[in-house]
């Protein structure tokens, strides 16, 4: 069976989602945070977790985390932090972000059932240049400590050390990572169902422009 780990910040205006700021007021954006973090707990609750864990950076645990362990993220930077968790854990894991609101759990369903014998390990590449998901059959945090993160070859570099280690890589969707409005206009129109795409809309009226500057 597969542990689930899902890593987020508690919602505070200032620490989450600056980058919405402006147009979005600090407030605005840390509620739209707090939304995408709910669509994410709505979209994996049907896969198949042995254990689920949310790897948190916070004091007020959100709605949505009761079936989670919370663990609380050591201090570091990400590489640190995700390196941490995958040495806790046995067995295949998955770990997500909270900034892709639009995520289909069909898109993670086939680790969740018998892990497929042609992969080690998983990657969803971000838009961004990131990765929005990172799994391992065996996990080994070794394999993540030193990968730069926040780079626009951060995705492609922590496949190389995947691969470099003698992994066999495969990999997930690409989606959009939600740093900035140009970002979250987008996401909402690709998943309008989502409470992300409601409150965004409540904020702000103006539709994503295919072509605007990012």
Request: a negative charge; aromatic letters at 6%; one cysteine or more.
């Amino acid at each position: 069976m597969t542990t689930l780990i899902i890593i987020a910040k508690e919602c505070i205006p200032g620490r989450v989602k600056t980058r919405l700021h402006p147009p979005l007021s600090l407030d605005q954006a840390a509620i739209l945070a707090s939304a995408s973090l709910a669509d994410t707990f709505r979209a994996v609750t049907a896969l198949n977790a042995s254990r689920r864990i949310l790897l948190f950076d916070g004091n007020l645990f959100p709605l949505g985390s009761e079936p989670y362990d919370v663990i609380h993220q050591v201090s570091g930077d990400l590489d640190m932090r995700l390196g941490a968790i995958f040495d806790e854990c046995d067995g295949p894991t998955v770990l997500i972000g909270m900034d892709t609101p639009q995520l289909d759990a069909a898109m993670l369903a086939p680790l969740f059932g018998e892990w497929p014998a042609d992969g080690d390990a998983f990657l969803g590449f971000a838009a961004d240049g990131g990765y929005w998901t990172i799994a391992m059959a065996e996990p080994d945090g070794s394999l993540i400590r030193g990968v730069p993160m926040s780079q626009d070859t951060t995705g492609q570099l922590q496949r190389d050390r995947l691969v470099a280690a003698g992994l066999r890589v495969r990999m997930l969707p690409e989606l959009v990572d939600v740093d900035t409005i140009d970002d979250a206009r987008l996401v909402a129109g690709l998943a309008p169902q989502t409470e992300f795409a409601q409150t965004l809309a409540s904020f702000d009226t103006t539709p994503f422009q295919p072509g605007a500057n990012r």
